[in-house]
């Protein structure tokens, strides 16, 4: 009889959690010129460019998720085609919003690729890494998008 009691204290402490769905798909990694509106992958030495991804939830966890202003963070990587040193180009910051499910992390490179050590006459493979979450700690999740190539040339 003592370990039908043991059981019966047992099932008194458990509890089920139920966690909603939730999906992101990061996506639609893009290079833009100085107009947002011209996708161009060849940029001279002095163009200014951005570098842009679409990031969207979905899924009812995102309703519930988003208001409490995940840290969405994209870092962008050039590596050389051929032999040289992967660089880091820079990173964009946002937070989410309540209602808003797709984002568009971007990151402006103003004066041009000689300003964050990308040589001219070079072809380079982009990357970038996202990240959501907390600023501090272990991310919720992760994505990269690999192999969005562009040249380098010197007007």
């Keep these: 009889m003592w ?3 043991i ?3 047992r099932l008194m402490n458990r509890a089920e959690v139920h966690i909603a769905r939730l999906g992101c798909e990061f996506s639609e ?3 833009y010129t100085c107009d947002p509106n011209t996708i161009e992958t060849i ?3 002095e163009e200014c460019f951005s570098l842009r991804t679409r990031v969207e939830f979905q899924g009812s966890g995102a309703i519930a998720l988003l ?4 840290l969405l963070q994209v870092d962008f990587f050039a590596q050389p085609v051929g032999r040289g ?3 880091e180009l820079g990173t964009a910051r946002l937070s989410t919003i309540k209602g808003e499910f797709i984002y568009y992390p971007t990151l402006e490179i103003v004066q041009g690729p000689h300003s964050i050590g990308l040589v001219a006459e070079t072809v380079y493979s982009l990357t970038a890494l996202l990240r959501a979450g907390s600023a501090e700690g272990p991310a919720l999740m992760t994505g990269i ?3 969005l190539t562009i040249q380098t040339y010197q007007i």
């Design 85 to 87: 040193a992967a660089l």
């Design 7 to 9: 059981e019966e204290e």
């Design 67 to 70: 208001p409490l202003n995940l």
């Design 145 to 147: 998008i690999e192999g």
């Design 3 to 5: 370990t039908g009691r």
């Design 43 to 45: 940029i001279g030495q």
């Design 29 to 31: 990694f893009t290079v």
